[in-house]
């Protein structure tokens, strides 16, 4: 059976061409486990391959090796997903199913302790908590609660011994429906005049919105960086292919997505002017619009996950590898992003460093001496780079 699909690509330009192709639906008999099925009906399903054109491609630069040391080999914080560095002690998020944070002093290298609980009490968080952002002093941290749809705020002193962490108070988000459907964050970050930014989960047309320090929506903002959505206020989109990594530096937010290579800065100043300073594709990006929705096809290269940013550099961990891999492995880990890479604060790549491990989050000391690495396949542990020797090998 064969069906009529349109496919859309990106140029920076504004321009979208369109590629009208055919697919032929297949049928399997024996497939053992779902994820497999969902995958190959999906590989199956998008079978264009449209490239978009970008500034940069991150995979042109050299793959360059620098050392590093196994800082933390022994680490007990299997699901972090976020850390920062607070009063040169490594801060990581959800740790494990327990805890909301885990504390290592840097200095040492030793174990501080697991503070705050994953639940539905007061004070505590659900699974799926997210780091929105520290006060400049390091003494209170503002978690995004996904589910109770708030953001707690924590008093943590890790001057004086013993480290205290205390829940202050909560503030709720802001939920108005859409098409009767709440909105929710999948990320949020804190700027440094006080407003946040969060990257929605449902919307119209822009994927960010603006939000005062009580969490009332001031603007939206940001459209969809892949051409062929309805954007008129028509169809409710669904942004989870969009979904991806906030970062907050100053006045200034770094997006970057999972799924496909793109990143953007976006300046806002305290009488709430936006700005887009630049917007880059660095990969590959094979998708098609079905039903109104991203599919993204086999030759699609995954983009960013951590994101750390320092004065002068953003330093990211990327994929660029294929979908189509996950389908040869039959495994969602295969485009795990193996690759550190180091982005000027113009959009410009400009270091490319090979990781012998899974790694997604990332931390710049304070004083940014060192990258902190979390790998999580084939051990849980934290990997150290002195930012002198990968400074020492970028091609700016």
Known sequence: MKNQYTDYSTPLNGKTVKIVYFDITFKFHSVKKLFTIIMLISL?????????????????LPLDSV??????????????????????KLCMIR??????????????????GYFGGIGIGPGEVSKVPVLAGTSPQGDTLYIHDFNARDMKIYHLNTEKEPVSFKFVYKKQLANPLIDGLGTGYFTICRLENGY?????????????????????????????????????????????????TLVAHGNSIYYSAYKFGYMARYDITDDIEIKLVWENFYSKTDYRI???????????????????IGEKYIFTTFSGIPTQQMYNE???????PKTL??????????????????????ALSEDEKYLYVNNIDPEVQIERFLVSDLLEKLHD
Request: glycine fraction near 10%; charge should be negative.
């Open 290 to 308: 079905d039903n109104r929705q991203v599919k993204f096809g086999g030759d699609n290269q995954h983009g960013f996950s951590g994101m750390a």
């Open 95 to 112: 740790p494990n199913e327990e805890s909301i944070i885990y504390l290592v002093d840097e200095n040492s290298g030793e174990e501080i």
């Open 67 to 88: 050392k590093s040391e196994v800082w933390f080999p022994e680490l007990m914080a299997v699901n972090t997903k976020t850390m920062t560095c607070i009063n040169s």
């Open 330 to 336: 039959r495994s969602a880990y295969a485009v795990d």
């Open 44 to 60: 199956f399903a998008c079978t264009s391959r449209v490239e978009t054109n970008q500034l940069y491609t991150i995979t042109d």
């Open 341 to 362: 890479v180091v982005i000027r604060h113009d959009g410009k790549p400009v270091g490319r460093f090979k990781l012998d491990s899974r790694s997604f989050s990332l």
């Open 196 to 244: 946040y930014v969060g990257l929605s989960g449902l919307c119209h047309g822009n994927l960010f919105n603006l939000l005062d320090s009580d969490l009332n929506i001031i603007k939206s903002f940001g459209g969809f960086p892949l051409d062929g959505l309805v954007t008129d206020g028509s169809n409710l989109n669904m942004t989870l292919p969009f979904n991806g």
